[in-house]
């Protein structure tokens, strides 16, 4: 699904990203962990073709970004996006912002509608499809914004620190809403320095310092098993 090869990132002089070779295969599930400023948002960014890497390959789902003319359209398409700085709109409904990405991508009014219900429903907030994010808390925006990230169903979701500002079991929800869209199919990668996850044995962990990859430990088993203690 994704092949970066000696992918680098420099802001002005500081180095972002540094010599990053990275494969994820579909239905995979990764966390990008590390210290602040190591660079996970960074390569998330690279990922969804938001920043252009200085140098290297990125390759996502068969296409390689550095060439594609028209990424952002090909692009919003085949992935959904859970990052900060992709606010919610406060002057329209929750449907509305969780339609969107539907809309952009001219499916028909009433199939928007009935799929964002659905995916309002996925994360826990059905029925409050006419209230304005503003009447929702700070983890059911959160969740919002998931559903408005997975109502098209993409094959890549990224997301960036999805449980910040949340306590241990809204995070530990959330985390697992994520990980079901593997079990549908979809490759997912989160940015999270957030120790709450799932079972560890269901996650791959990759590591950043310093924007290169320090650790790169495989999930040992894709569905849950029994741990050592619990066995
Ligand atoms: P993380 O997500 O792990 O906290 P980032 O990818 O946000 O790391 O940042 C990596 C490095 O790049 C940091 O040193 C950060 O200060 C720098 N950086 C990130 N975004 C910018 C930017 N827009 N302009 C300048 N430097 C940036």
């Given at each position: 699904m994704i092949e970066l090869e000696g992918v680098a990132h420099r802001y002005g002089a500081a180095t972002a990203l540094d010599g990053i070779d990275l494969d994820v295969g579909a239905g995979?599930?990764?966390?990008?962990?590390g210290p602040s400023g190591a660079g996970k948002s960074t390569l998330l960014r690279v990922m969804a073709g938001l920043v252009r890497p200085t140098a290297g390959r990125v390759v996502v789902s068969g296409q390689d970004l550095a060439r594609e003319r028209r990424a952002a359209p090909w692009?919003?398409?085949r992935i959904g996006l859970l990052f900060q700085e992709l606010a919610l709109l406060e002057d329209r409904s929750a449907i509305d912002n969780v339609r969107l990405p539907l809309d952009i991508a001219g499916v028909p009014g009433r199939t928007a509608r009935e799929r964002a219900s659905?995916?309002?429903?996925?994360?826990?907030l059905a029925g409050r499809e006419r209230l304005r994010p503003a009447q929702f808390s700070g983890g059911e925006r959160q969740r919002l914004a998931l559903a408005r990230?997975?109502?098209?169903?993409?094959?890549?979701?990224?997301?960036?620190?999805p449980t910040a500002r949340m306590d241990a079991a809204s995070a530990l929800a959330v985390f697992e809403l994520l990980h079901a869209q593997c079990g549908a199919g979809a490759t997912?990668?989160?940015a999270s320095?957030?120790?709450t996850t799932i079972d560890d044995v269901r996650v791959r962990h990759v590591r950043l310092e310093r924007g290169r990859i320090v650790e790169d430990r495989a999930a040992t088993c894709p569905a849950r098993v029994a741990r050592p203690?619990?066995?």
């Open positions: 995979e599930f990764v966390v990008l962990g692009l919003r398409q659905a995916a309002l429903a996925r994360v826990d990230a997975i109502v098209h169903g993409p094959a890549l979701l990224l997301a960036d620190e997912v990668l989160i320095h957030d120790p203690a619990e066995a």
